[in-house]
């Protein structure tokens, strides 16, 4: 069970990393876009290698996962919509400049979009296997354009380094928490409940790409993001191939 929770933290810690990125580099914006359009491929192999794949053969035929892919995006969609009127709507935007009162929405969002990821980090340790290869990279490497992003805009819109040091670490915490809920709470669900809630995940993470990270990617980083894209599908089929 401590396992489940560790290996959320450190795909989480990307968000730290990202953070530390910014404070000694400058990334320029088309750079940036085109990392988020790396890791927007890499979200895409997982959530058709690692979570579909497996969900609709748990399913068998009941229809579970179905439910679960669009339960998945209209939730994340309304809590997408709330956490933007409070503020949060750019908090992946490349070049915004976000201010201290927004620090409540952009927390939010960032553990709204994360939180999906790590339950199913901790859904694939059930059963006594290890850690999904490819889940975890793909957790990982998009966690770090979202984490140079939002610090970018954070440290123009006036937040101190530790400030927002202490943002990634409590979000990675939760992260970490979530993972655990994923194994604690369903080691003794049903194949059709599994398959739901993978497909929960994935519908909510689609729904962010689609919003978000794609939009992103392909307005700063130009028609070169298409190909990147296509870098990090083909990185994570290969990790997933190596599952």
Not at 2 to 29: D, E, H, R, Y
Not at 86 to 111: F, V, Y
Not at 158 to 164: H, L, N, V
Request: charged share 10%; net charge negative.
């Amino acid at each position: 069970m401590t396992s489940s929770f560790l290996w959320g933290l450190i795909a989480a810690s990307s968000l730290i990393l990202g953070g530390l990125f910014t404070f000694w580099f400058k990334v320029g914006n088309k750079m940036l876009g085109l990392i988020m359009a790396f890791g927007a491929g890499v979200l895409i192999s997982a959530v058709a290698f690692e979570l579909a794949h497996e969900a609709f053969d748990l399913a068998e035929g009941s229809g579970s996962a179905a439910l679960g892919l669009f339960t998945g995006a209209l939730v994340f969609f309304a809590g997408d919509v709330m956490i933007g009127r409070m503020g949060g709507h750019k908090r992946k935007a490349i070049g915004a400049s976000h201010a201290t009162e927004l620090g409540l929405p952009i927390t939010l969002g960032i553990i709204l979009d994360g939180i999906p990821e790590s339950i199913v980090i901790g859904l694939s340790l059930l059963g006594g296997q290890t850690v999904s290869l490819a889940m975890m990279v793909a957790v990982f490497i998009s966690n770090l354009p979202e984490a140079i992003a939002a610090s970018t805009g954070l440290l123009s819109g006036g937040w101190s380094r530790i400030k927002i040091l202490g943002l990634w670490l409590a979000v990675a915490l939760v992260c970490g928490v979530a993972s655990l809920a994923g194994y604690a709470l369903f080691k003794d669900a049903s194949n059709s409940t599994l398959a739901f809630i993978q497909m929960f995940a994935g519908g909510a993470i689609l729904v962010m790409l689609a919003d978000t990270m794609i939009p992103e990617a392909f307005q700063h980083g130009g028609k070169l993001a298409g190909i990147i894209t296509v870098v990090g599908f083909a990185l994570a089929v290969y990790f997933s191939l190596m599952d």
